[in-house]
């Protein structure tokens, strides 16, 4: 049990849909992330969270919206997404100002656009 | 441009014989390696880690060694078991960088 936890896990929509993932992690930590994960692609870093202010977007298309309300909760809305944006969706936390190692992931969810 | 690759997407080891994962890195401010591990429907979990001043980092049954000079890495994994097939990333981060770039991964299949 990783503590982190993303909902839904699986999520088929179309390209003229709105939809929003979400994250939550009860490891007390202040840092969270969104990774993409294409097939046969490395992980991608997309956004950054640190104390619920985004300190990294890795140049993600405007049709990918993250919000951080608070420290144990993550959002990624999405709208108006293409099939190549179809991928599985990796939220992880972190304490601050640790090495990368300490950096848990969520199971995912697993998205298809059609 | 891709910092981190892993050039076999696949490996198929016989159990109780010897898993060795490569995975090569273009970046030279890179000081800390990690390894993840990821089963079906799971996220990646932390497996084991090196940083830059060392060469070789073990912990049980795995083994991470760094070439620095030929910005190469792998993990050992002996003896094989069946529940460590998985695939399996390869990352690395600097301390200028912040972040985790990762390899596309390895699958690793351990037959019994």
């Known amino acids: 049990e990783t503590g982190v936890t993303q909902t839904p896990r699986h999520l088929v929509m179309g390209m003229t849909n709105k939809k929003s993932l979400k994250c939550e992690q009860h490891?007390?930590?202040?840092?969270m992330y969104w990774y993409k994960q294409s097939a046969k692609k490395p992980l991608e870093l997309m956004f950054v969270y640190n104390f619920k202010e985004q300190t990294e977007n890795n140049s993600v298309p405007s049709r990918f919206s993250p919000e951080c309300p608070n420290s144990s909760h993550l959002f990624l809305h999405l709208h108006t997404l293409q099939p190549e944006d179809s991928a599985l969706y990796l939220c992880?936390?972190?304490?601050?100002?640790?090495?990368?190692?300490?950096?848990?992931f969520g199971p995912g969810t697993r998205l298809l656009v059609l | 441009d891709q910092q981190v690759k892993q050039n076999s997407p696949s490996l198929s080891v016989q159990e109780g014989r010897i898993s060795i994962l490569n995975c090569d890195y273009t970046n030279s401010m890179f000081d800390y390696f990690l390894w993840y591990k990821k089963y079906p429907a799971e996220g990646p979990t932390f497996l084991i880690s090196?940083?830059?001043?060392?060469d070789k980092n073990e912990d049980g049954r795995f083994t991470v060694f760094l070439n620095k000079s030929a910005k190469h890495l792998s993990l050992h994994i002996v003896p094989s078991q069946p529940g460590d097939s998985a695939v399996y990333f390869c990352?690395?981060?600097?301390?200028?960088?912040?972040?985790?770039?990762f390899g596309q991964g390895t699958t690793l299949q351990v037959k019994p």
């Open positions: 090196i940083s830059s001043i060392k």
């Open positions: 990352a690395a981060s600097g301390i200028n960088t912040g972040k985790l770039i």
């Open positions: 490891l007390g930590h202040n840092a």
């Open positions: 992880a936390s972190s304490p601050p100002g640790t090495r990368a190692e300490t950096q848990y």
